[in-house]
């Protein structure tokens, strides 16, 4: 059963800086795209960043310019760093593939941002 750990969220005043880590177990990475999603309270969840095997990267939405999504394929990890957080950024951060699988979605890691 493959299985996706989220970690690194927390409390942070905005304009500061987080590390997201995703680590999988299974076959999940090698041969896809992995992403990030988020979802903050009383939304729905969000595709934030996205990484292909290659290393081909793609942002989606207000994080656009603020994030950098990267992974390491022989640790099975997918990172995101997060900078200048905004209030606005407080949601749960998830990892997944692209399209997300169903049964494959973790706890996720939340990240308060405080104004």
């Known amino acids: 059963q493959v299985q996706l750990v989220e970690s690194g969220g927390g409390l942070v005043q905005a304009g500061g800086s987080l590390r997201l880590s995703c680590a999988a177990s299974?076959?999940?990475?090698?041969?896809?795209?992995m992403a990030w999603y988020r979802q903050a309270p009383g939304k729905q969840r969000e595709l934030v960043a996205a990484?292909?095997?290659?290393?081909?990267?793609n942002y989606a939405g207000s994080a656009k310019g603020r994030v950098t999504i990267s992974r390491d394929n022989a640790k099975n990890t997918v990172y995101l760093q997060m900078n200048s957080l905004k209030p606005e950024d407080t949601a749960v951060y998830y990892c997944?593939?692209?399209?997300?699988?169903?049964?494959?979605w973790g706890q996720g890691t939340q990240v308060t941002v405080s104004s």
């Open positions: 990484i292909t095997s290659a290393g081909d990267t």
């Open positions: 997944n593939t692209v399209p997300p699988r169903r049964s494959s």
């Open positions: 299974g076959s999940i990475f090698s041969p896809n795209t």
